[in-house]
């Protein structure tokens, strides 16, 4: 009994591969539609039969009865999937770890901003909610507490207790100069 090998060429784009279900670009006639779910399907099916064959080859190669071979290709597979990382508590750490990230340098701008310590967390809560696509937290926490500056360490009003006498810069203030020239004119 012969072996006879059916050897495909593979090239990038010339379409110079043989034909079956593994040739081609999803383009033969027009009418091959497909999907990358479907391909995914066929590929680990493959993949899982190969993989399969293989080990139940070299098991009987070493004088393992079918019975055995079936119990370890099945211990294989349980060890194989243990080994597999569980991505969805891995995503869940990750997401986890950005957000108390995000919260630490959220809470470092509010306090750059001056927002008392008891109210960082009211502030925080308002201000979260004002972020959306096109305002990040940074903008959000500058108009609330420009709407709201009693959570701001300083006050929002500025008191001047000078006589308003004194010139700010080098051209005075304008009240100082329009008073002066109403002196003047009532002196002459």
């Keep these: 009994m012969k072996n006879r090998m059916y050897l495909q060429l593979f090239e990038g784009g010339d379409g110079a591969g043989g034909t079956g279900a593994g040739a081609g670009s999803g383009n033969q006639g027009g009418n091959a539609a497909y999907t990358y779910e479907q391909l995914e399907e066929v590929a680990s099916a493959r993949a899982n039969k190969a993989e399969r064959a293989a080990i139940a080859n070299y098991l009987r190669n070493k004088g393992m009865s079918e019975e055995d071979i079936t119990t370890a290709i099945d211990d294989f597979k349980a060890k194989k999937k243990e080994n597999q990382p569980n991505v969805s ?58 709407d709201n500056p009693r959570y701001a360490g300083g006050s929002g009003y500025r008191v001047s207790t000078s006589s308003g006498t004194e010139t700010n810069g080098a051209g005075g203030n304008l009240n ?10 009532i002196r002459r």
């Design 89 to 146: 508590a891995i995503e869940r750490e990750r997401d986890e770890a950005i957000a108390e990230r995000d919260q630490l340098k959220n809470t470092g701008i509010l306090r750059d901003k001056g927002v008392k310590a008891d109210d960082i967390d009211y502030v925080m809560f308002k201000v979260g909610k004002m972020v959306d696509d096109k305002t990040d937290f940074t903008k959000a926490a500058e108009k609330f507490l420009k």
């Design 176 to 185: 100082d100069s329009i008073n002066n020239a109403i002196r003047s004119a």
